[in-house]
């Protein structure tokens, strides 16, 4: 393999990794703070990418509202779907359940199912594509290798999300809650907190992360279709459970690894490149087998 | 005498019994009920379904374990049969060898699982069941050079059971005795052989251990039961049945293919028919599986008709035949809340 | 000030309080006594919201508080300092302080004259101020735990054995810093093992066996009488 190859399939694993790190983040937050395993989550993502489309459909018109502004509208709309989706999916479907995990993996996989359908009523359900806007097409010249412009886009996202979370976990009273909550539930709220309120934040904060991975899956793939949602599941399942439940760095660190592995491994055997990701679940949990960083529950 | 047959677990209620009984018969007699080639396809998946579904509530409502790995099994069973005929040539003996060597391959697999169960906390296992089931997926569609691929492998039955084959001529009672219609009823005895069985084994002390299991793991194990070697019979015996029903399956259909046996979309409605049947009763997954098989091809019709009626309107999107599914998921939700037995449960009280 | 009456708590199958009443007035404090597994832990638990009451009621300031969720319990004035401590292990002891000082930003908390207080009573809070708080030994989080019970004045600590694992020296401070804050008007009840330091903070005492109050009266009656002592089984003193 020479550099050229080897710096682009880096580059792939990573944007793609960053993807799964965006989807990923909320899912295991939530998790750690509440409990609570969502197995509809891939249904956030699902959203994004179909808002996205609709908006940059919407704006492909009108040529003065193509370029970034409206990429970034996209985004912004894509996550504010994604995080009152998400509202309305705790509220609805999540509440009730509390603590039985039974049947919150039941409910929650009831709530893909009828979100899925519910997006194909608006959308439709075959196939549509999903193309970037010119202005991301392209490449950058890199040293000997040429890289798509998008990709390097995607990377830079995911720094810039995982850079925020880590703002807000660490340095924001907010951040300190959620740290405190994750460790000792009862505590936190014998000291006085709304933890209620704070997890329906936490929820919709990972939902519209998880649209935003969602929208640029999308972007990335060149195409939406409706059981991406499901699809992404097993991804976004498979890093938070390499990286540990409830740790926003295993989450990255699962992530990368896994967009990595499925990347090299592609290269060389596309057939094997599903049993990479398995292979290397199954491996990590053989070394670790609560996750790379998992959480101490005082 | 049929108090013995049934394991002396009566279905109770009046309404469920009714229901029950007419479902029986209705499969029973089939064939003759005059409904046409799909009328007794939608028979024949009813059949495969209450196996499917009533192998998985050992797993999910007796030993309270969720696995979506489920559909592995009931693939295995399908290419089992789809293999053997393929390459050992259609006879009897070559149908017994392919269910042989599926249910080998299950065996080996479910132990496997069983064994990991109890390594892995219970949510752990159910993300990675899901992750397992799907890179099993890939593998079959892209091992073309076995499987078929997406494609799949359509094959040959022993004559006797193929369509043309007539067993008397002239027919009995006016329906002709086609293989096709003996292809049924070795369907119905299987099914009705191992539903029997199943109901036997959640009956026995063993199936007693299981939901003690199932309510308080730490307990049954403070009494003295070895947790682990229960778990992995509960998840064999589970799978072992799976793999029939995928046999069977694919003995009516003479194809098996990654989308049929395979699919997350499938695990999915087996889950829905469970839950709606009702978990925990193995009558729940004769109900979930009428239903649901009634519903798909039914239920489309119905909603065609107020489709047709909202024309124009934009909430006529939510009657879209093709949509049937979303009304069943939402059924499924509200089982889960209120139902926690599904219809099973829900009737058994009245009366 | 808090009030109890008839409270029962069933933890699923278990039915652990029995009846227990007891009062306490404002700015006083009471001890709650008695053998490991009658229920002392369970009572402080129930107060806090943290177990349902499932019959009878608690009032505290005039208000019924059974029934209400924790965090609404904890902002009427009640500060809680668990079994276990709730040290949150990944957090700084100056971040276990700052989550317990809600109404403080960072740099206020640094300022404040109760932390200066606080520190002269535990000092080596102020060395391990920025260490997290898991890597410290017991007894050094038991104090942070009972620091962020005193960060901010409230009307009533509850506070479940705060001087398990604690050297002799530090328990003489925490007793001297629990008095002046109860001088001050903040109420205690506490839960304790250790008798004589209950005697240096408490007037009263409540005595607990099988889920229920059995003696109610004076301190120091209960110290004074040996036979009191001797009918009320398996009391360190």
Redesign the interface.
Known sequence: MDLSTFITLLISGLAMGMIYFMAASGLTLVFGLMDILNFGHGLFMALGAYVALTVLNAGAGSSDLAGPGLFLWAGLVAMMAGALAGVLFERLLLKPVYGLHLSQILVTVGGLIVGEELIKMVWGSVQQPLTPPAWLEGSVQLGPVLIESFRLWVVAIGLAVFVALSIVLSRTKLGLVIRAGVEDREMIRALGYPIRRVFILVFAAGSALAALGGMLWGLYQQMVVPQIGAQLNVLVFIVIIMGGLGSTKGALVGALALGLVSNFVGFFSPTLAAFANVALMFLVLMWRPDGLYPLKKS | MLSRLLSHDWPQGGLLRALLVTTAIALLTAPFLGFGATGLNVAAKVLVFILLVASFDLLLGYS?H?SFAHTMFFGVGAYGLALSMKHLGTTVVGMLAGLGGALLVSLVLSVLIGVFSL??R???F???T???A??FQ??VA??SWLTGGEDGINFRLPEFLQPSYRLIEGGLLGLDITGRVLSYYLLFVVVLVCFLALLRIVNSPFGRVLQALRENDFRAKAIGYDTLWFRVAASVLSALFATVAGFLLSLWLRYSGPDVSLS?ELM?DI??ML?IGGMGTIYGAVLGATLFLLAQSYLRDLLALCFEALEGHAVA??F?P??W??WL??L??VS??TLPMGLVGKLRNKG | MLRLEDVETFIGPYHILHGVSLTLEPGSSLVVLGRNGVGKTTTLRTIMGLWPCGRGRIEFKGRTISGLATEQIAHLGIGYVPENMGIFSSLSVEENMLLAARSLRRSALADSSRLSRIFAAMPALKKFWKTPAGSLSGGQKQMVAVARALIEPRDLLVIDEPTKGLAPAIVESMAQILREIQAEGTALLLVEQNLAFAALLSQRVAVMEGGRVVHQGSMTNLISEQALQDSLLGLAL
């Open positions: 309270g969720v390594r892995v219970a949510i752990f159910a993300m990675i899901l992750a397992v799907a890179v890939t593998f892209q091992q997350f999915v889950l829905l839950v999107v939510l879209d093709d949509r599914l979303f998921g939402l499924f939700i889960v809340y």
